[in-house]
């Protein structure tokens, strides 16, 4: 079956610009995560969703960046007027369920989008 | 402070050899994971456990919950396995959905 996807693949945006990055995870899978690996640094969490409850967004760097999940499927990362230090690999992944009384799954990554701020 | 370390950083050897891979972490968790990380990119979950051991094809996870550790073996090891490992630990109690990753393995299997 279809894995996780993101788009694009890859963004190159001028500093100061917004930017729209998609996830479409697994059907069915109801947590979403978001993670940012820049280069040269390890993964970092950015925001997570589980089925209609409030995200977690105890990762989010600043309030430039924001993200939504329609439907309880599609999740869109945006993020504001864009910085260099905003350069990294945007990670989605899902899994079939999140946190439920202290069970947890495993979480299938998505292809990452690249985003370049220049 | 890392909450979570891994060692080695960098990991050469040789095909065939057996590997470990370290993880130790500073926090109660729920959950540990490893991933590997291929040089396109692509994550993939290799292992998630709590307690125990667990094993698939030629790779081992196990965790000591007490200790706070856990490691990765490869037995056999391939050019193939060459990738960066990377250990998260989900922290417990509460609601929190982010993982905690380790800054990762970099293994290298020469031919």
């Known amino acids: 079956g279809a894995g996780v996807s993101q788009s694009p693949s890859n963004k190159v945006t001028e500093k100061g610009k917004d930017v729209e990055l998609r996830c479409d995870p697994i059907s069915g899978h109801t947590a979403l995560y978001w993670y940012r690996q820049s280069l040269g640094q390890g993964l970092e969490f950015l925001i997570y969703f589980q089925g209609n409850s409030a995200p977690d967004k105890s990762g989010l760097p600043s309030d430039r960046f924001s993200a939504e999940r329609t439907g309880g499927s599609v999740s869109t990362l945006t993020i504001q007027r864009t910085q260099q230090e905003d350069s990294a690999v945007y990670l989605c992944a899902s899994s079939l369920k999140g946190l439920a009384g202290g069970s947890t799954y495993e979480q299938y990554f998505g292809p990452g989008t690249r985003l370049t701020v220049t | 402070k890392n909450e979570v370390e891994q060692s080695p950083q960098n990991l050469t050897a040789q095909e065939g050899e057996f590997i470990t891979i370290n993880c130790s972490y500073s926090v109660g968790i729920s959950a540990l994971h490893w991933l590997q990380q291929h040089p396109g990119g692509g994550i993939v979950s290799l292992f998630m456990l709590s307690s125990g051991k667990k094993k698939h094809g030629r790779l081992i996870a196990t965790i000591n919950i007490q200790e706070k550790h856990s490691s990765l073996h490869i037995t056999a090891s391939h050019p193939r396995d060459s990738a960066v490992y990377i250990c998260?630990?989900?922290?417990?109690?509460?609601?929190?959905?982010?993982?905690?990753f380790g800054k990762g393995t970099k293994l290298s299997v020469k031919p």
């Open positions: 998260a630990v989900r922290m417990g109690g509460g609601s929190q959905g982010n993982l905690i």
